[in-house]
């Protein structure tokens, strides 16, 4: 079991950058694949990125990829959303999640642990 802490967030220009960390509390971080996920205000939330359990793999949404990457470092039970060239439509609150594999998912229901996100507003 793990608890995903997420943190990064705030209030930024467009075109600044970002990046997003997650913490997961609990000794077995490396068994688990991880992934991105925003929703933004009136929306469904959303898959942005997610990653294997060893960080060989990942996988970034269309409507983002070129501008967020997504890594881990198992030794700190830490998983990172970077994210470049913010623009309005990036407003969301950003969900660290863990899921039920060891390979990238972009799919919701194989998440099991969620944090309480972090939310991030750009200006324009």
């Known amino acids: 079991q793990v608890q995903p802490v997420e943190s990064g967030g705030g209030l930024v220009q467009a075109g600044d950058s970002l990046r997003l960390s997650c913490v997961a509390a609990?000794?077995?971080?490396?068994?688990?694949?991880m992934g991105w996920f925003r929703q933004a205000p009136g929306k469904e939330r959303e898959n942005v990125a997610a990653?294997?359990?060893?960080?060989?793999?990942?996988i970034v949404a269309e409507s983002v990829k070129g501008r967020f990457t997504i890594s881990r470092d198992n030794a700190k039970n830490t998983v990172y959303l970077q994210i470049n060239n913010l623009q309005p439509a990036d407003t969301a609150v950003y969900y660290c999640?863990?899921?039920?594999?060891?390979?990238?998912?972009?799919?919701?229901?194989?998440?099991?642990?969620w944090g309480k996100g972090t939310l991030v507003t750009v200006s324009s």
């Open positions: 999640a863990a899921a039920n594999t060891v390979g990238a998912t972009t799919r919701s229901s194989s998440y099991i642990y």
């Open positions: 609990g000794r077995t971080f490396s068994n688990y694949a």
């Open positions: 990653i294997s359990w060893s960080g060989e793999n990942s």
